[in-house]
């Protein structure tokens, strides 16, 4: 089946610093990817959609200077925390769709801001 | 729009019991309906999904669910709990015939008892 790997898997920084979290589709073009946030015991909760080429789409809500996606190929996407706080303390979760019928989720990024 | 609810956040069963997780959904169009478990630091992974055709959709490691348009339900079965299901599940539900944006429930957690 299809494989997103996403890097790295836990990540910790220091407050004010920016951090890359990396989403690959191994074995597919992913047209479009998508960036979830999930608070502990939740759902997850969609930050933004990007087509490759294109700039993201963020939902309402979502400071896109702060959580900064770039989808340059048809297989990578990234996403950064700019300038992280404690409150950015979360954990992250790619998502990449070849065709827009199902999408493949990456193993996620605990990130720990300190 | 589209919403799912997914009625007990937490289900607990004995080892060797059924399972069954529901969710109940809203959708102005046809709906596309997924079954994810996401274990503890991880993504999530696809259990099963419904797109058209049979209603009753098996999965990976046993489950099951059906679409049932009348009720607006697809809940996911398994006649024999392991330990090893032992998870949290979301059920998600995405228009047909567009772009795959999934919404999600709010999950529930699945604990099985020896």
């Known amino acids: 089946g299809a494989v997103v790997s996403q890097h790295p898997s836990r990540v910790i920084c220091k407050s004010g610093t920016s951090v890359k979290i990396e989403c690959r589709s191994l074995?597919?073009?992913?047209?479009?990817m998508f960036w979830y946030r999930q608070f502990p015991k939740q759902s997850l909760m969609l930050m933004a959609t990007?087509?490759?080429?294109?700039?993201?789409?963020?939902e309402q809500g979502v400071e896109k200077d702060k959580f900064l996606i770039n989808h340059a190929s048809l297989t990578l996407s990234t996403l950064t925390v700019t300038s992280a706080h404690p409150e950015d303390s979360s954990f992250y979760i790619c998502?990449?769709?070849?065709?827009?019928?199902?999408?493949?989720f990456g193993q996620g990024t605990r990130l720990t801001v300190v | 729009a589209q919403s799912v609810t997914q009625l007990g956040s937490h289900v607990s069963v004995s080892e060797g019991a059924l399972v069954l997780l529901r969710c109940n959904y809203s959708?102005?169009?046809?709906?596309?309906l997924f079954w994810y478990v996401q274990y503890p630091n991880q993504g999530l992974q696809l259990l099963l999904k419904y797109t058209t055709g049979a209603t009753l959709v098996k999965g990976i490691n046993g489950f099951e669910a059906e679409f049932k348009k009348s009720e607006t339900s697809f809940h996911l079965t398994k006649p024999s709990a392991h330990m090893s299901d032992a998870a949290e599940y979301f059920c998600a539900v995405t228009p047909s015939g567009g772009s795959y944006i999934p919404t999600f429930g709010r999950g529930t957690s699945l604990i099985v008892h020896p």
């Open positions: 959708s102005s169009v046809p709906p596309y």
């Open positions: 998502s990449a769709s070849e065709r827009g019928t199902e999408a493949f």
């Open positions: 074995d597919f073009q992913a047209t479009t």
């Open positions: 990007s087509n490759e080429g294109s700039k993201a789409t963020y």
